[in-house]
C-alpha cells in the first residue's frame, strides 16, 4: 500500500543547511511534493518533483530524488527562523490523484 | 484577496455532543476539500465537492460525519454525535480546478473533545 516515512524532529542552527528525508513505498508515485506547514496555519505547497528527475533547485531549496531507493530529501540552505515550520513529504501518482502526505517533520532552528 | 477562512478556529465540546464547522474558500475556486489532521499526523482527505457535488467522500465517516456545500461556495462540515478520537484539526482548502496540489488551505479548525 501506499506509504510515506519520514522522521518527526530536526533541530539546526541559524546559518546551517537543513535537511529533511523522506521515503514512500509506492514506486507507481509519479510526484513528490514538500509541504511546509506554520503553526497555526494551513499546509503549502513548496516544491514538487516529477519522478523522472533526479534533482530540483528553487531558490533555497533543493530537492533530491533517488527513485531506485524511493529517497526523496528537501535541503533548506541558510535555515533562517522563518524556516521553523512542519515539513510533510507527500506523493501522488498524477497531478490530478489524491495525494498521500507522510507525518511531517518538525523543523527547530537554534539560535 | 482573502484566502480560505474557516471557523471557528477552535472549538471544545464534550463527547456525544454535535459541532459544526464552517469554510468560506477562496472566490472562484470550485473544488473544496476538507481534511483531519490528527495530532503529529498529516492530513487525510475527508471529503471533495466539485462546485456543489460532492465527488468523493470515500474517507468521510457517514455514520457521524456529514458534510454540505449548498449553492457551490461555503460548506459545513459536521459531526454528530462527537467522540473523544474526533479531537483532531480540521483544515479545508479550495482550488479552481478539482486539483489537489493546487489547493489554498485555511488555516483550520482545531477541535478537542473531552
Known amino acids: 500500500g501506499e506509504d510515506v516515512e519520514q522522521s518527526l524532529f530536526l533541530s539546526v542552527r541559524e546559518g546551517d543547511s537543513s535537511v529533511i528525508n523522506c521515503t514512500y513505498t509506492d514506486s507507481s508515485s509519479t510526484y513528490l511534493y514538500w509541504y511546509k506547514q506554520e503553526p497555526g496555519a494551513g499546509l503549502q505547497l513548496l516544491t514538487y518533483?516529477?519522478?523522472?528527475?533526479d534533482m530540483k533547485q528553487d531558490q533555497r531549496l533543493t530537492v533530491l530524488l533517488n527513485k531506485k531507493d524511493k529517497h526523496l530529501s528537501l535541503r533548506i540552505a541558510d535555515t533562517q527562523t522563518g524556516d521553523s515550520a512542519i515539513y510533510f513529504c507527500?506523493?501522488?501518482?498524477?497531478?490530478?490523484?489524491?495525494?498521500?502526505f507522510g507525518k511531517g517533520t518538525r523543523l527547530h532552528i537554534l539560535p | 484577496e482573502a484566502g480560505v477562512v474557516q471557523s471557528p478556529r477552535y472549538k471544545i465540546i464534550e463527547k456525544k455532543q454535535p459541532v459544526a464547522f464552517w469554510c468560506n474558500p477562496i472566490s472562484g475556486h470550485n473544488t473544496l476539500y476538507w481534511y483531519r489532521q490528527n495530532l503529529g499526523q498529516g492530513p487525510e482527505l475527508l471529503i471533495r465537492y466539485e462546485n456543489e457535488e460532492a465527488v468523493d467522500d470515500s474517507q468521510l465517516p457517514k455514520d457521524r460525519f456529514s458534510a454540505e456545500r449548498l449553492k457551490g461556495v461555503d460548506s459545513t462540515l459536521k459531526i454528530q454525535p462527537a467522540e473523544l478520537g474526533d479531537s483532531a484539526v480540521y483544515l479545508c482548502?479550495?482550488?479552481?480546478?478539482?486539483?489537489?496540489?493546487?489547493?489554498?488551505f485555511g488555516q483550520g479548525t482545531r477541535l478537542t473533545v473531552v
Open positions: 482548502a479550495s482550488s479552481v480546478e478539482a486539483r489537489e496540489t493546487e489547493a489554498f
Open positions: 518533483i516529477f519522478s523522472n528527475m
Open positions: 507527500a506523493e501522488s501518482m498524477g497531478r490530478d490523484d489524491k495525494i498521500i
